[in-house]
Structure formats: structure tokens, C-alpha cells
């Protein structure tokens, strides 16, 4: 009887621990998808400087100017130079963006 009351007991912390453990992974799920958000963010943030940026350089005069097909590319282009700036050199500014969806959802 004692040796069955400590095989439960054991099996009920068992339980409670593996709930715990599923509670800090969800906690830590949630965490992750807000800074994806906020990495998302800085990235199409970053994104819309660099084609205005781009814009400044009036590339329809120049006489090798492809069209409508590099128009397309060097979005695409500009897109993932973008993301590879924001995961660089751009940690500052995706911490505050985090800190911000933090707090905001918090207050919620």
C-alpha cells in the first residue's frame, strides 16, 4: 500500500511537472512569435527605405535599364537585403519594436 501511494504521488509530480514544462513552452512559443513580429517590422521598415532610397537614383535614365522584369527583381531583391540588414546590424531597433509588442500586449 505505501509502495502504491509513492508510485502515484510520484506519477501526480510527474504530471504536474510535464504541465509546467508544456506551460513554459507555450509561454516561450509566444515569445518567439513576437519577435518574429517585431523582426518583421524592422524588416519592412528597412524595406521601405531602401526603395525610396532606390527611388533616388533614377534608374529608368540609365540606357541598360531592363524594365518592368528588373523592376520586379530588384523588389524582390531589395526585400531579402532588407531582412539580412534588420538579423545584422539592426538589433537596437528590433529590441524597442519587441519591447513595444511586449508592453502592448501586456496591457491588453
Known sequence: MFIENNYLNSKIQFIKSDNKFNEI????????????????FASLFTQMLLKELRK????????LYGGFTEEV???????????AITKQGLKPLVDLIYSSVISHSSGM
Open 25 to 40: 513552452n507555450k509561454i516561450k512559443e509566444e515569445e518567439l512569435k513576437k519577435r518574429e513580429v517585431a523582426e518583421d
Open 56 to 63: 533616388s537614383l533614377h534608374e529608368e535614365n540609365n540606357p
Open 73 to 83: 527583381f530588384k523588389d524582390m531583391l531589395y526585400e531579402e537585403y532588407s531582412k
